[in-house]
Nanobody, 117 residues
Framework: QVQLAESGGGLVQAGGSLRLSCAASGSMFSNNVMGWYRQAPGKQRELVAAIYSGGSTNYVDSVKGRFTIIGDKAKNVVYLQMNSLKPEDTAVYYC???????????WGQGTQVTVSS
């Protein structure tokens, strides 16, 4: 199972930017779909962005045009570049991988993102 560790969260004003990083202990890109999820207080965890082994990506509508998921195979890291942040983006952000062969999920511990108005 892949071990994941997120970093890069913090407090930022509305309109600002943050870049989250997710580093893996094992190969992140082999047979995996990588994703960033978030969970705000009192809300369900939602998929924010995903990147597939072939490089295609998809995003939840609320972040399209503002967030970019980037996979760096050389460094075995997945990034989430977040621009034009809004207070409603405040949440704990989790890195996730799904292995399409073993059907196993791996989760990081989460990193807090707080956007002030």
């Amino acid at each position: 199972q892949v071990q994941l560790a997120e970093s890069g969260g913090g407090l930022v004003q509305a309109g600002g930017s943050l870049r989250l990083s997710c580093a893996a202990s094992g190969s992140m890109f082999s047979n995996n779909v990588m994703g960033w999820y978030r969970q705000a207080p009192g809300k369900q965890r939602e998929l924010v962005a995903a990147i597939y082994s072939g490089g295609s990506t998809n995003y939840v509508d609320s972040v399209k045009g503002r967030f970019t998921i980037i996979g760096d195979k050389a460094k075995n890291v997945v990034y989430l570049q977040m621009n034009s942040l809004k207070p409603e983006d405040t949440a704990v952000y989790y890195c996730n991988t799904y292995n399409v062969v073993t059907h196993q999920y791996s989760w990081g511990q989460g990193t807090q993102v707080t956007v002030s108005s």
